[in-house]
């Protein structure tokens, strides 16, 4: 039943349970109307008959002989007389139990209801039904006049009042499937306009592929919530859309990296395949090739590790340790390059252990690419100067070089992956890199650890490149150690 309900469009369902709803409501409505109505029609005949008995006390009186008569003498009031017509039957007893007045209307008199004999033993109202479908509502009463009791009782039809109450059952009964029906095709209306955008969006979505992600959905109204969803889902859209695009972009940016070692070892191989060589020759072009069968490596390792990351799928551990070990690591590393260079080190290190929790292989990456890049860029006898601060809250490693520095138009971008400054130059660095993915790989482990990485420069005044992570004990005190 339930499986089956849901199966239904909300159309249908949102038609069905309005109807149902507004249903009960109008059954409910109708009892109270009925119930309502019943008892006003009981009050309004019990009230008459007390009046027929009230205006009969006063019309009654003695002849000559002292008989009860009607008198018709005294004036009625206005209606009275009407009144009294409309009453089926009145008799008047005396205490003997003598029938002394009877006043019986024509169908009563025609001998089509029964009169009934005398029950002296109860006064007040009472409903009776008499054979032939007869139902009447009796008042019976004890008067006192001129010195006797009297015993009077009046009788009305409770048909009319019964038939009344039919008719008002059949308009509710026959005025209720057309309420319903009404308030279902409303319903139905209502709904369908409600959920129209929807219906227009998911045809809208339906035509929407992978090639197609610049396709928004039709806003109607941005107020309601059809607009609200179609916003969403638009803003869902334009997320996937720069996804999309990065990814094609990355793919791109990826083939032509991988292409260019590929050609050149071609080259290489075809150009030593072209003629003879001496065995010096051929370990040239052979150490040429592994050359860039290195880069290769480097190149789909480094592919490998952004993805893995950014796929979210490197198991990142979380231990405790001492970012001054860290440093001190990659200084140590990196000496022999910076040596090469001509470059000095230098290490700015808190004297108390600042203990970072997190994954020491992915932030030792991240800072080998620091100093690295730092190392590249500086210029013969230049000092790189790597400091170790905290704060209350968190830990930052600064690496500031004398390089060239990174024009402003650049240093947004140099975090994209395969942005690099100048290609020309990042290329000579042979298998140091220079894919422009080191700075990639280096904001990724930092935003890993819930950290940051930000970049300030100037032409000619050297770059600063801070790596800020969360949640270390400030120390106090520090020292200068130089690696030259
Ligand atoms: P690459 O591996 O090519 O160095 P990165 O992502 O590490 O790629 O760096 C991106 C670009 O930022 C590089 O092309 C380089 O020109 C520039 N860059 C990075 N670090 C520095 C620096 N310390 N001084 C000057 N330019 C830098």
């Not at 409505?29 to 008892?39: F, G, M």
């Not at 929790?357 to 992915?362: A, L, Y």
């Amino acid at each position: 039943m339930i499986a089956r309900w849901r199966r239904l469009s909300l159309r249908a369902r949102l038609t069905a349970a309005l109807a149902l709803i507004f249903g009960a409501m109008l059954m409910t409505y109708a009892l109270t109307v009925y119930l309502l109505i019943r008892d006003r029609f009981a009050a309004e005949l019990d009230h008459r008959l007390d009046q027929e008995l009230e205006i009969a006390e006063r019309s009654l009186g003695r002849d000559a002989d002292g008989r009860l008569v009607w008198q018709h003498a005294h004036e009625p009031l206005e209606g009275e007389a009407e009144r009294l017509r409309n009453v089926s039957w009145l008799d008047v007893w005396s205490a003997d139990g003598q029938r002394v007045v009877r006043r019986q209307d024509a169908a009563t008199a025609s001998g089509e209801t029964p009169v009934l004999p005398l029950d002296a033993g109860w006064t007040g109202l009472r409903s009776l039904e008499l054979p032939g479908e007869v139902h009447l509502r009796l008042l019976q009463r004890r008067v006192t006049l001129e010195g006797e009791t009297l015993l009077m009782r009046a009788a009305l039809r409770e048909d009319d009042f019964a038939r009344g109450l039919i008719v008002v059952l059949w308009v509710m009964a026959g005025g209720l499937p057309v309420a319903l029906l009404i308030a279902g095709a409303g319903g139905y209306w209502l709904a369908g306009r409600g959920l129209a955008p929807i219906q227009r969006m998911a045809i809208e979505a339906e035509r929407m592929h992978a090639e197609r992600l610049d396709a928004r959905l039709p806003v109607a109204n941005p107020f309601d919530e059809p607009g609200r969803l179609a916003i969403a889902f638009n803003a869902l859209l334009a997320r996937l859309e720069a996804a999309f695009a990065q990814l094609r972009r990355f793919t791109a940016d990826a083939s032509h990296e991988l292409r260019t070692p590929l050609t050149v070892i071609r080259s290489v191989g075809e150009v030593g395949l072209r003629e003879p060589h001496t065995e010096a020759e051929y370990r040239d072009i052979i150490g040429a090739m592994l050359e860039e069968v290195d880069r290769l490596t480097l190149l789909t390792t480094m592919l490998l590790e952004l993805t893995r990351a950014e796929g979210g799928r490197t198991a990142m551990k979380r231990e405790p340790f001492d970012l001054r070990k860290l440093v001190e690591d990659v200084a140590g590393f990196l000496a022999v390059l910076a040596e090469e260079g001509r470059v000095r080190i230098e290490c700015d290190l808190p004297t108390v252990p600042v203990t970072a929790s997190g994954d020491w292989t992915m932030l030792r990456q991240a800072l080998v690419n620091l100093l690295d890049n730092a190392i590249k860029h500086s210029p013969p006898d230049a000092v790189v100067a790597i400091a170790c601060r905290t704060h209350a809250d968190r830990a930052e490693i600064t690496v500031a070089d004398q390089g060239p520095g990174i024009p402003a138009e650049h240093l947004p971008h140099v975090f994209d992956r395969f942005y690099r400054v100048d290609v020309a130059r990042s290329r000579r660095d042979g298998n140091r890199g220079g894919f422009g993915l080191g700075l990639a790989i280096a904001r990724w482990a930092a935003e890993a650890h819930g950290g940051r990485i930000t970049a300030e420069s100037a032409p000619g005044r050297g770059s600063i490149f801070r790596l800020v992570l969360p949640g270390a004990i400030a120390p106090s005190g520090s020292e200068t150690k130089a690696t030259p």
